[in-house]
């Protein structure tokens, strides 16, 4: 794990990047703050996860790290190691955590404490649209006040750019740089379950209402109907081994 602090003092931000080796968007993100001429207002820690798996080009070298918190330091398991050091560093600040995706319909965010504080943090990416997954749970910011933003697709220019977009607004709304922003109003999906399945084609879109009835995958001729009405969350063909995404319904969108 690669960890430094810009900045004089003890920083309140967490800027987090590759809690999965491939997803290197927040990296880049970071890498092309440091080189611009944005002067940060107060300190803030930037961490580099999974420097090991990176480094590879690996997503983990021998577990999920997003799934292994809070870890455990006596563990032979490299990420379940990894886990216990991150919940020490990211301890008592605010986090943005980046990654990026097999699924389309992004950027967006993520919440996964079903906190009001990250639910409103959401607020000051710009973004208009926040997936609340506590009845999921797990997740690097769990535990902490802090969201996780999904840029874009693996390894692709353009979920760069929306980190480092993202990032330079995050940063102004809360008062770390000085830069205009707008505070966004996100529309909130809230996950109440997952569509199970292998090898299924993922045929609908994430974010549009499927219908009761509707047609949302199919495999070798067969198709998945929709038991009930939903907004489809994270579903891609290939993204999962066992499961085609995560089901939502709309809800209140984040306000003051």
Known sequence: MHVETLGDGRPEYTILACVHGDETCGWHALNRLKAGDVTLQAPVKFVLANERAFKLGYRF???DLNRAMPGDASSDQHEVRL?????????????????????????YAIATGGDAASRRLARSTGLD?????SYVGGGVTEHVTGIAIECGYYDDEGAASSAHRILLHFLAAEGLIDRP?????PAVYEVFGDASGRGFEFVAENFRRVEAGEVF????????RADEAFHPVLMSTYGYEERIGFM??????VAE
Request: glycine share 6%.
């Open 61 to 63: 070298c021998d577990t």
């Open 83 to 107: 886990a216990a050091r991150l919940r020490r560093e990211l301890e008592g600040t605010t986090v943005i955590d980046f990654h990026s995706t097999e699924s389309r319909g992004c950027p």
């Open 129 to 133: 649209r926040l997936v609340d997954m």
């Open 181 to 185: 922003y707008v505070r966004s109003t």
């Open 217 to 224: 995958a199919t495999k070798n001729g067969s198709v998945r």
């Open 248 to 253: 939502a319904q709309r809800a209140a969108p």
